[in-house]
């Protein structure tokens, strides 16, 4: 396989897994493209009549969602590396087969495997003529089973089309009970965090990250931007809202087979200290993320699988 020589290896682009290969198979005209996207990395790109989308197989990535007409969904680093075994900053993360730390070996990478391998293509297909949807497959390897010695398959689908609608499902191909925690780290575009208010985890707990951990009570009031926010709520099964005034718009995010929604916004002196992560990019964003994390871990009996869903949709503000 030729490549220029500044071009980094993209583990995703073994045989009949880059750009040129999978455009053969895969490609139609403008509406399903494969080429080298940021770092070299294998980008697709999908193009619906109502949004595009931009993704990594490296992670299978979102790196953007985008209405016509409207600003882009998400948030996405200026500084961001973009290279195999590292992290893209912003878009949608992929975090299995454990969110966060929550990992016994100190030395276990921060939220898993998954947002770091490359994923392998399955299949790129219309839903309707408004929607076009994508699936790709990740499957444990000799190479993590140093940090997670178990057997699964994960499958992430993403649907383009008026809504972004993304499914990830955990199948336990071993013999053995298999334990993981997870979440769709989606990061969100806004106009100005401090006049964002985040609706629907009022009444439930979270667990305070930025406190130790510590266990607190939402109260009645919605979920507002003054500082440093790192919650992992949970019992919580329920859409929210973030109300952005600035951008003049609603991002509603629906979900299904998740226990728990983290909150996470670094704010000014954390943002500083991640050179992935650029100085004023904090006041622009805020994660809202689909999780099963901390007490609502998952088991999977042999054989058993999982799904969790998220879909998010923009309402334009009046
Ligand atoms: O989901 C919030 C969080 O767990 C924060 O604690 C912060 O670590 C963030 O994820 C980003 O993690 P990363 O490893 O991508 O820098």
Redo the contacts with the bound molecule.
């Keep these: 396989m030729s490549r220029s020589p500044d071009m980094p290896h993209d583990p995703a682009q073994t045989a009949g897994n880059d750009p040129t290969s999978l455009q053969q198979r895969f490609g139609r005209g403008d509406a399903i493209r494969f080429d080298h996207g940021p770092g070299g990395l294998t980008r697709l790109r999908l193009s619906t009549p109502t949004a595009n989308l931009e993704m990594l197989l490296h992670g299978a990535h979102v790196l953007q969602y985008q209405l016509l007409g409207q600003e882009p969904l998400l948030f996405l680093s200026r500084c961001s590396e973009y290279s195999p075994g590292k992290?893209v900053?912003g878009g949608v993360?992929i975090?299995l087969p454990w969110?966060?730390g929550e990992h016994d070996d100190p030395r276990a990478p921060?939220?898993g495997l998954a947002r770091t391998r490359p994923w392998q293509v399955v299949a790129i297909e219309s839903v309707d003529e408004q929607t076009l949807q994508a699936s790709f497959a990740l499957t444990s390897d000799e190479a993590g089973r140093a940090f997670y010695p178990h057997d699964y398959e994960a499958r992430f689908t993403v649907r383009v089309g008026p809504a972004l609608h993304m499914a990830l499902r955990m199948r336990n191909t071993g013999d053995s009970p298999l334990r993981f925690s997870e979440?769709l780290?989606t990061y969100l575009r806004v106009g100005d965090i401090h006049r964002v208010t985040l609706r629907g985890l009022e009444g439930a707990e979270y667990l305070d990250?930025t406190a130790g951990f510590e266990r607190r009570p939402q109260g009645d009031q919605p979920v507002t931007f003054s500082g440093e926010t790192?919650r992992v709520y949970l019992h919580t099964r329920a859409a929210c809202v973030v109300e952005d005034p600035a951008l003049r718009r609603r991002i509603v995010i629906d979900k299904s087979g998740s226990d728990a929604t983290?909150v996470?916004n670094?704010w000014r002196q954390r943002a500083a200290a991640?050179a992935d992560f650029d100085d004023d990019g904090w006041r622009t964003m805020v994660?809202v993320?689909t999780a099963n994390a901390a007490e609502h871990a998952v088991t999977l009996p042999p054989g058993a699988e999982h799904e969790m869903t998220a879909t998010l949709r923009v309402e334009r503000l009046a």
Excluded: T
Aim: hydrophobic share 35%; net charge neutral; glycine share 6%.
């Design positions: 992290p900053r993360p975090c969110f966060g921060m939220h979440a780290h990250k790192d983290v996470w670094p991640m994660c993320e």
